[in-house]
């Protein structure tokens, strides 16, 4: 979850790791430190707690001039986020650690460092890297030789880099469990934990695998396997794609984000349609073959993208005919799972670097599923390289911690997902491929009008200033629905909200409806309608105050204490990715009135890389 900068050059490197820490910085935001080799010879660091911009000032203020350096931004995990535990951590004067990760066994290691004489200065597990490597180098003297001994002690899960004083020509790095990339240079290279944090540098990139260790000199980059074998990895050309990291016209990126949903939606058809088909090829060439396999599928993933994964349950059971299980990835992997004969086993994930999501992923390879197949954001991901079958997103970057369009293209793939798997295997009902290729080609228009209520739900929000606990209902497909309408909003705006399927109320939620439980729901127009309604008048009975996205063809109207936003018509199979937009901009205004951090929340990352 934190970000690594590491840089080896011949000019001041100091600017680049901190223009790389600012734009990985959605990926931890406690602290943030850099070490450099200074041109006076000695190792030097400055750590700050808080956001990147404090480190920034106290450079300012004590500038770190020199040519090789390492830096970090931090989502704590090990002792409270405060200077003392801020990243780099060093051993003595002359070593530098920063860590992306957990370390499993550091209380045994720190037990055994500190019986050996090691002081320990903070409450972190990366200090005992910083420790054990320097007591390796006792005996081995080389710093690439003992960081490949070291990492053979360590349990858990690291993304390392390391500076010695003693050793300034090279930049050592270590990948388990937790991304790595060199950018490469002319006579200078970088690492970091994202190619994002490199783009203001290069644009060639050379990705490590697991178990890889690196030397990373100016002029030269070697690389050991995991079984410790010399091995070249691939280098990679980027052009100049990459999306604006600005915010422009709009006040925070998830404003801006979620207004780009209809833009990444038809970038997400894009190539994908025929004229009246889903393209099955969209999975790859293998997908029509093995498709026709499939009798069950198994998804997994976390947060927001597990909420798209229960969409597509309700899509793949009723349109496909397909049994479909959906858990969240840090039960999954724990669990004795009994697989079903030809299951398909989905991933969803914005980020493809999700550690219970990959974790997942490689338990499942050993488990017998059919294949796997990863609908994910991002095409260079661990997630990807590891399924034998993708989707990509085209959301683009997604910047704001809360996830918006990722979770809406999430949806479309998983419908393109549903009507492949019924197309190939010949159980989608006449006719209803060719009206839901029809629907999702006008989706982007649709998703524009749901858009243009943006400043009706800013009104509603008003309602939301002064609570601190919501309910969001859904039947069906909604359901999931309403569990990323209370995310979202518990995420940003830090009011307790719970979803529940509308039929659930009575069992025991209902009693805690009064005039200051703020009901949300979602109303499209269909079979489950009238069902809705008797649920929202056990709310308003116990004097709940109402907020009703309905169809406009709901037959809902304002009341007193019932607050009803009209929808465009939708059809219904694709009315969670419409219903999902006015949830979006709920949660978004009721932050911005909160005064809360919208697109850093408080103790959160972008991407969930540990455990
Ligand atoms: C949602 O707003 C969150 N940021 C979070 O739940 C996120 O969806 C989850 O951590 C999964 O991330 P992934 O899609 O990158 O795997």
Request: charged content about 20%.
């Amino acid at each position: 979850m934190c970000g690594i900068v590491g840089a080896v050059a011949e000019r001041n490197i100091t600017a680049i790791l901190l223009e790389g820490l600012k734009r990985l910085e959605y990926r931890g935001y406690d602290s943030a430190g850099v070490a450099v080799f200074t041109n006076d010879g000695i190792l030097d660091r400055v750590r700050r707690p808080g956001k990147v911009s404090e480190l920034d000032q106290a450079l300012a203020a004590t500038p770190l001039i020199g040519r090789l350096g390492i830096a970090h931004t931090r989502w704590a995990t090990h002792g409270a986020p405060c200077e003392r535990n801020a990243h780099p951590h060093f051993s003595g004067q002359n070593l530098a650690v920063v860590h992306n990760g957990i370390i499993e066994n550091h209380e045994a290691l720190r037990e055994q460092l500190k019986a050996q004489g090691y002081v320990f200065t903070s409450d972190t597990d990366t200090e005992v890297i910083a420790h054990l490597l320097a007591h390796k180098l006792k005996d081995l003297h080389d710093l690439t030789v003992a960081l490949k001994a070291t990492v053979k002690e360590l349990h858990g899960a690291y993304g390392l880099a390391v500076i010695s004083a003693d050793q300034p020509d090279r930049l050592v790095a270590a990948r388990s469990g937790s991304p790595l990339v060199i950018g490469l240079g002319l006579g200078e290279n970088f690492l970091a934990s994202d190619q994002l944090a490199l783009r203001q540098v290069t644009d060639r990139f050379m990705y490590l695998e697991e178990g890889d260790i690196a030397e990373i000199r100016r002029d030269s980059v070697q690389i050991w396997d995991i079984d410790g074998k010399a091995v070249e990895r691939e280098a990679v050309q980027y052009g100049d794609n990459a999306e604006s990291a600005e915010k422009g016209e709009y006040r925070h990126f998830m404003l801006k984000e979620i207004h780009e949903q209809p833009t990444v939606v038809q970038r997400t058809l894009e190539g994908r349609l025929s004229q009246q088909q889903v393209l099955v090829q969209a999975f790859g060439p293998e997908a029509p073959e093995l498709f026709a396999k499939v009798r069950n599928v198994q998804i997994v993933a976390c947060g927001t993208s597990y909420h798209a994964g229960m969409v597509a349950r309700y899509w793949l059971e009723e349109l496909a005919g397909i049994p479909c299980q959906v858990e969240v990835a840090s039960e999954f992997r724990y669990r004795k799972v009994v697989v079903q004969p030809d299951t398909l086993f989905v991933t969803i994930s914005q980020s493809g670097e999700t550690a219970d999501t990959l974790a997942a992923l490689r338990n499942a390879k050993e488990l017998g599923f059919l294949a796997s197949l990863a609908i994910c954001n991002v095409g260079i991901s661990s997630l990807v390289r590891e399924s034998d079958l993708t989707l990509l997103t085209q959301a683009g970057r997604e910047i704001g911690v809360a996830s918006t369009k990722a979770f809406t293209t999430q949806l479309v793939g998983l419908l393109l997902l549903t009507l492949s798997l019924g197309q190939v295997r010949g159980t989608l009902a006449p006719g209803v491929e060719a009206t839901l290729v029809e629907e999702l080609r006008r989706l982007p228009t649709r998703l524009g009008e749901a858009l243009a209520m943006d400043s009706t739900v800013e009104k509603i929000a008003e309602l939301f200033a002064d609570k601190n606990h919501t309910l969001f209902l859904g039947r069906g497909a909604q359901y999931p629905v309403a569990m990323e309408g209370a995310l979202k909003l518990k995420e940003i705006s830090y009011i307790h909200a719970e979803a529940y399927p509308a039929g659930e109320l009575k069992h025991g939620p209902l009693a805690l409806v009064d005039n200051d439980m703020p009901v949300v729901t979602v109303a499209p127009n269909n079979e489950l309608l009238e069902k809705l309604k008797s649920n929202l008048q056990e709310v308003r009975a116990r004097g709940g105050e109402l907020i009703v996205f309905a169809d406009e063809k709901a037959g809902m109207s304002n009341g007193e204490g019932t607050h009803v936003v009209q929808m465009p018509h939708i059809h219904d199979i694709l009315s969670p990715i419409l219903y999902t937009i006015p949830l979006q901009l709920l949660s978004y205004y009721v932050a911005v009135l909160k005064g809360t951090d919208v697109d850093q929340p408080r103790n959160l990352a972008k991407s969930v890389t540990v455990e």
